[in-house]
C-alpha cells in the first residue's frame, strides 16, 4: 500500500514538473481586443434575452465581465487550480443542460442558447491567448443567431447593428493579432494620398473611426442589398416543430370545469346561458348587450350577433406558415334566429398524446381534391380562448397538453386556454380551390349533411329563398353548378348590402337575416356571413359560419404574420361532396374567399420595396417596371420552380442537374477569374507609376509560386529572392525594390521608364525559365 502511494506521488510530482517545464503560453496583450470581444459577448447575451424573454443578463454579464478582469491579471500565470475547478463546473453544466434538454426535446435552441452562455461565463476566466477570444467571439455570434431564430419582432435588429458595430474593428484587430502585429502604429505613411508638403506625414490607423465607418457603411449597404433580394420562406423547411407554455399544460386534461369552451372575455363566473357575461344586464346570450373591447365574442359555443360595440386593436398572435390563409377556429351548426351556436358542445372526442412526443394524430375527413402540406406555428402573445386554431385540414398538432378534443363540426380545442406565450404547431393537408373540379361537384348529400347544414327557421324559411332566387335570377347566363350560384350569391352579398357602423338594437322577437335583406339592408361584418349562409340554406345548399382570424400583416423582417382580435371575423363555408368544406367571405372590402396557395410571400421584401418606389415615379414609368416584374423577374422564377421539380422528379432529372451544376459552377469559377483580374487592372490603373511596376512585379512572382508575406517588408523579401531565384533575378528585383522603398517613405523620384525596361527583361527571363 505504501508503495503505491509513493509511485502515486511520484508520478504527480513528474506531472507538475513537466507543467512547470512546458514554455510559457504566448498571451494576448491587446486590451482594445480582449474590450472589443467581451462587448461581443455581452451582446449577444443581451439579444437572446430579448428574444426569449428571459433573465440570463442579470448575472451571465457580471461574472463574464469578472471572469475577463481576472483573466487579464493573472494571463502571465499557469492557473493550473484553477482549470481544474473550471473543468469540474463545466462537466456540471453539462449535467444541468441533459437534465433541461430532456424537457425541451421539441425545441431545444433556448437550451442550448444557455449551456453557451455558461460555458461563456466559466471560459472568461481563462482567456490569455489570442485563439481563446477567437471562441468567445464564436460564441457571441451563435448567440446573435439563436436569437435572430427565436426572436418575433424587429426588436432584435438595433442589437444586430451593434453587434456589426463591434465586429467590425474586432476582426481588424484579430487579423493584426494574427500576424503577429501587437501595437497599433499610429503614424503611417499614406502611399496614395501624398501631403502637399513633401515631409508631413499623414495619420493612419486601421481602427480609426474614418476607416471604421467605411467598412461598416459598405458591410450595411451589401448586407441590406442580399436580404432585400434574398428569398423569405414564412414557414418551415424542416419539420421540427417548436411547442412551448409557460404553464404544465402538459399535464392538464378535460375535467368538469374546463369541458365548455372559456373565453377570457365572456368569464363562465358571470355568464348567462350561452357563455357570456352578465355584468350590468351587457354580453347577454340573447338581446341586447355590448361587445368586450379585448377578446372576439364569436370564440364561444353560442355566440349573440345583436351584440353591438367594437373592439380596441391588440396584438394576440404571431403566426409563420408556408402559406397565408384564414385561421380557422370555430364552425357553428345552429341558428338561433339572433346568432350562432354549437348543438353538441359537450359531446367532443379526446385525443391523447404519447407520453414522450408532443404529436396528435387527428382523424379529419379526408377529400379527393389536390392537396400541400402546410406547416404553421403559432404563438400566443395575450390570453386566448381553449380552442385551437389552424389552417383547414390539420393532419398532425402538436401541442403542450396531454390530451385535446375534437367535437363533430371537427372544431379543435384544448383543456386550458391559449396563455400568453403558449406556441404550437400544426401540419395541415390544405385542399386546392380547383374551380374546374368544384363546378363538377354532385348534390350527393348524406342525410347527416342534410339533417345539420340545411336548418332553418320555418318562419323565415320561404321569404329568405325568395330573396336568394332573385338574386340570382339576375343573371341572363344560366348557373351550370352549385358553385357558380354560391360565386354569384357571395358577390351579390358583397355588393348590394353596406356595413352599418349606426346599427341599432334589434327587438327581442325580430330575427337578424330578416331584418339584415328586408330592413336594414346592412349591418355588422359578420351579419353578412350569416345572412349568405341562411340563405344558401334556404336553395339547399348545406352551409355554416365560421369564425377566426384573418392572416394579419406580413412582417418580411421577422417571417411572422401578426394578428390582431381585431381581425377576428366570420365567414360561410360551403360543403361540396367529396371535397369538403370551402370558404366564401360575403364582407364588402373582403376578397371572395381567404388567401389561396398560390399566394406567396417568398420575395415579399422586394415587393414591399418596389411598391415603395412605385409610388415615387410616373405611372408609366412605374407601369413598365411592372411589366418587367410581372412578365420577366416572375417568369424566371417560375422557370426556376419548374427546372427543380424536373430536377427532383427521377434518376434522368437528377444527372441533368449535375450537369447543370457542374456547368454553371465551371462558368461561375470563369467569371470569377475575369472580374478578379478586371478589379485587379482597374485598382492598378489608379496607383502612381512607381506603385504600379512594384505591385506589377509582385504579382508576377505571386503567379510563379513566391508570393511576398503580408508581413514581409520589401527589403525582407530582396533578402528571401536572393536565396529563390538567380542572381540576375534577384538583381532586379532589388532594384525594383529598392527604388519602391526610396519613393514611399523617402519621397525621391524614381525613372520609371528604365525601371520598367528592366522589369520586361526580367519577364522575358522568366518565361525562357519555363
Known amino acids: 500500500?505504501?508503495?503505491?502511494?509513493?509511485?502515486?506521488?511520484?508520478?504527480?510530482?513528474?506531472?507538475?514538473?513537466?507543467?512547470?517545464?512546458?514554455?510559457?503560453?504566448?498571451?494576448?496583450?491587446?486590451?482594445?481586443?480582449?474590450?472589443?470581444?467581451?462587448?461581443?459577448?455581452?451582446?449577444?447575451?443581451?439579444?437572446?434575452?430579448?428574444?426569449?424573454?428571459?433573465?440570463?443578463?442579470?448575472?451571465?454579464?457580471?461574472?463574464?465581465?469578472?471572469?475577463?478582469?481576472?483573466?487579464?491579471?493573472?494571463?502571465?500565470?499557469?492557473?493550473?487550480?484553477?482549470?481544474?475547478?473550471?473543468?469540474?463546473?463545466?462537466?456540471?453544466?453539462?449535467?444541468?443542460?441533459?437534465?433541461?434538454?430532456?424537457?425541451?426535446?421539441?425545441?431545444?435552441?433556448?437550451?442550448?442558447?444557455?449551456?453557451?452562455?455558461?460555458?461563456?461565463?466559466?471560459?472568461?476566466?481563462?482567456?490569455?491567448?489570442?485563439?481563446?477570444?477567437?471562441?468567445?467571439?464564436?460564441?457571441?455570434?451563435?448567440?446573435?443567431?439563436?436569437?435572430?431564430?427565436?426572436?418575433?419582432?424587429?426588436?432584435?435588429?438595433?442589437?444586430?447593428?451593434?453587434?456589426?458595430?463591434?465586429?467590425?474593428?474586432?476582426?481588424?484587430?484579430?487579423?493584426?493579432?494574427?500576424?503577429?502585429?501587437?501595437?497599433?502604429?499610429?503614424?503611417?505613411?499614406?502611399?496614395?494620398?501624398?501631403?502637399?508638403?513633401?515631409?508631413?506625414?499623414?495619420?493612419?490607423?486601421?481602427?480609426?473611426?474614418?476607416?471604421?465607418?467605411?467598412?461598416?457603411?459598405?458591410?450595411?449597404?451589401?448586407?441590406?442589398?442580399?436580404?432585400?433580394?434574398?428569398?423569405?420562406?414564412?414557414?418551415?423547411?424542416?419539420?421540427?416543430?417548436?411547442?412551448?407554455?409557460?404553464?404544465?399544460?402538459?399535464?392538464?386534461?378535460?375535467?368538469?370545469?374546463?369541458?365548455?369552451?372559456?373565453?377570457?372575455?365572456?368569464?363562465?363566473?358571470?355568464?348567462?346561458?350561452?357563455?357570456?357575461?352578465?355584468?350590468?344586464?351587457?354580453?347577454?346570450?340573447?338581446?341586447?348587450?355590448?361587445?368586450?373591447?379585448?377578446?372576439?365574442?364569436?370564440?364561444?359555443?353560442?355566440?349573440?350577433?345583436?351584440?353591438?360595440?367594437?373592439?380596441?386593436?391588440?396584438?394576440?398572435?404571431?403566426?409563420?406558415?408556408?402559406?397565408?390563409?384564414?385561421?380557422?377556429?370555430?364552425?357553428?351548426?345552429?341558428?338561433?334566429?339572433?346568432?350562432?351556436?354549437?348543438?353538441?358542445?359537450?359531446?367532443?372526442?379526446?385525443?391523447?398524446?404519447?407520453?414522450?412526443?408532443?404529436?396528435?394524430?387527428?382523424?379529419?375527413?379526408?377529400?379527393?381534391?389536390?392537396?400541400k402540406e402546410v406547416i404553421q406555428s403559432y404563438t400566443a402573445v395575450a390570453d386566448l380562448p381553449n380552442i385551437i386554431p389552424s389552417l383547414s385540414v390539420p393532419r398532425h398538432l402538436y401541442f403542450p397538453a396531454q390530451e385535446i378534443g375534437v367535437d363533430d363540426l371537427d372544431n379543435l380545442r384544448s383543456p386550458v386556454g391559449l396563455v400568453e406565450g403558449l406556441t404550437y404547431t400544426v401540419v395541415s393537408d390544405v385542399p386546392y380551390r380547383d374551380r374546374t373540379k368544384l363546378q363538377k361537384s354532385t348534390q350527393d348529400y348524406s342525410d347527416k349533411i342534410k339533417a345539420t347544414y340545411l336548418d332553418i327557421p320555418p318562419e323565415i324559411a320561404e321569404k329568405v329563398r325568395e330573396k336568394a332566387e332573385q338574386i340570382l335570377s339576375k343573371t341572363e347566363k344560366p348557373f351550370n353548378s352549385i358553385y357558380e350560384k354560391v360565386l354569384f350569391l357571395t358577390q351579390a352579398v358583397k355588393q348590394q348590402y353596406q356595413i352599418r357602423e349606426d346599427l341599432p338594437f334589434l327587438d327581442e322577437s325580430e330575427d337578424l337575416v330578416e331584418s339584415f335583406l328586408f330592413k336594414q339592408e346592412g349591418g355588422n361584418p359578420d351579419h353578412f356571413a350569416t345572412a349568405l349562409t341562411i340563405m344558401l340554406r334556404s336553395l339547399g345548399i348545406p352551409a355554416r359560419v365560421t369564425v377566426g382570424f384573418g392572416q394579419g400583416k406580413f412582417n418580411p423582417l421577422t417571417g411572422f404574420y401578426v394578428v390582431k382580435n381585431t381581425d377576428a371575423y366570420a365567414l360561410t363555408e360551403v360543403y361540396f361532396p367529396y371535397y369538403g368544406w370551402y370558404a366564401f367571405d360575403a364582407i364588402p372590402g373582403h376578397d371572395l374567399f381567404p388567401s389561396s396557395l398560390e399566394e406567396d410571400q417568398t420575395f415579399s421584401v422586394l415587393k414591399q420595396f418596389w411598391n415603395l418606389i412605385a409610388g415615387l415615379v410616373p405611372s408609366p414609368v412605374a407601369n413598365f417596371f411592372n411589366i418587367i416584374w410581372t412578365k420577366i423577374i416572375v417568369g424566371f422564377i417560375s422557370f426556376l420552380v419548374g427546372l427543380w421539380r424536373f430536377i427532383s422528379s427521377g434518376l434522368v432529372g437528377t444527372l441533368v442537374g449535375l450537369l447543370l451544376a457542374v456547368g454553371l459552377g465551371l462558368l461561375g469559377w470563369l467569371g470569377w477569374g475575369q472580374l478578379k483580374k478586371l478589379g485587379y487592372y482597374r485598382r492598378l490603373a489608379k496607383l502612381p507609376p512607381m506603385a504600379q511596376l512594384y505591385e506589377e512585379m509582385l504579382k508576377v512572382f505571386k503567379t510563379k509560386g513566391y508570393p511576398k508575406h503580408p508581413a514581409q517588408t520589401p527589403l525582407e523579401y530582396v533578402n528571401v529572392s536572393y536565396q529563390q531565384h538567380p542572381q540576375e533575378q534577384a538583381e532586379v528585383i532589388d532594384e525594383i525594390s529598392s527604388a519602391y522603398v526610396s519613393w514611399r517613405y523617402g519621397n525621391n523620384d524614381q525613372n520609371v521608364d528604365y525601371l520598367r525596361q528592366k522589369f520586361k527583361a526580367l519577364v522575358k527571363s522568366l518565361k525562357r525559365n519555363n
Open 1 to 371: 500500500m505504501k508503495n503505491t502511494l509513493t509511485q502515486s506521488s511520484s508520478l504527480y510530482q513528474q506531472f507538475r514538473q513537466q507543467i512547470k517545464s512546458a514554455p510559457p503560453v504566448k498571451t494576448e496583450e491587446s486590451v482594445i481586443f480582449r474590450t472589443l470581444v467581451q462587448c461581443l459577448v455581452i451582446v449577444g447575451i443581451i439579444a437572446t434575452d430579448i428574444a426569449a424573454r428571459t433573465q440570463m443578463s442579470f448575472w451571465a454579464i457580471p461574472l463574464s465581465i469578472i471572469g475577463g478582469v481576472w483573466s487579464w491579471n493573472r494571463r502571465q500565470h499557469r492557473n493550473i487550480t484553477l482549470k481544474f475547478f473550471l473543468a469540474i463546473a463545466m462537466l456540471g453544466v453539462l449535467c444541468f443542460f441533459l437534465i433541461n434538454l430532456a424537457g425541451s426535446l421539441n425545441d431545444s435552441r433556448l437550451v442550448l442558447a444557455e449551456l453557451l452562455v455558461q460555458l461563456q461565463v466559466l471560459h472568461s476566466f481563462d482567456l490569455p491567448r489570442r485563439k481563446d477570444l477567437g471562441y468567445s467571439m464564436v460564441i457571441g455570434l451563435i448567440l446573435l443567431g439563436v436569437a435572430g431564430t427565436i426572436s418575433q419582432t424587429v426588436a432584435f435588429a438595433p442589437w444586430l447593428l451593434l453587434f456589426l458595430i463591434i465586429a467590425i474593428p474586432t476582426l481588424v484587430l484579430d487579423y493584426r493579432s494574427r500576424l503577429g502585429l501587437d501595437a497599433i502604429d499610429r503614424q503611417f505613411k499614406s502611399p496614395f494620398k501624398p501631403s502637399k508638403k513633401a515631409k508631413k506625414k499623414a495619420n493612419y490607423s486601421p481602427v480609426s473611426l474614418k476607416s471604421i465607418s467605411v467598412l461598416i457603411a459598405i458591410t450595411l449597404v451589401f448586407g441590406l442589398s442580399i436580404f432585400t433580394l434574398m428569398p423569405r420562406f414564412p414557414g418551415y423547411q424542416l419539420q421540427s416543430f417548436p411547442v412551448d407554455s409557460p404553464l404544465d399544460a402538459d399535464s392538464q386534461k378535460f375535467g368538469g370545469q374546463n369541458q365548455g369552451i372559456m373565453n377570457p372575455g365572456y368569464d363562465n363566473k358571470n355568464q348567462g346561458e350561452g357563455g357570456n357575461r352578465q355584468e350590468n344586464n351587457n354580453n347577454k346570450s340573447e338581446g341586447k348587450g355590448e361587445v368586450d373591447d379585448t377578446y372576439y365574442y364569436g370564440f364561444n359555443t353560442k355566440i349573440n350577433q345583436k351584440l353591438r360595440g367594437q373592439m380596441k386593436p391588440k396584438i394576440v398572435m404571431r403566426v409563420r406558415s408556408q402559406s397565408p390563409g384564414f385561421w380557422k377556429a370555430l364552425s357553428f351548426d345552429h341558428y338561433t334566429g339572433q346568432g350562432w351556436e354549437i348543438t353538441n358542445n359537450e359531446d367532443f372526442d379526446t385525443i391523447k398524446r404519447d407520453r414522450w412526443a408532443y404529436k396528435f394524430f387527428l382523424r379529419f375527413p379526408s377529400t379527393i381534391m389536390k392537396t
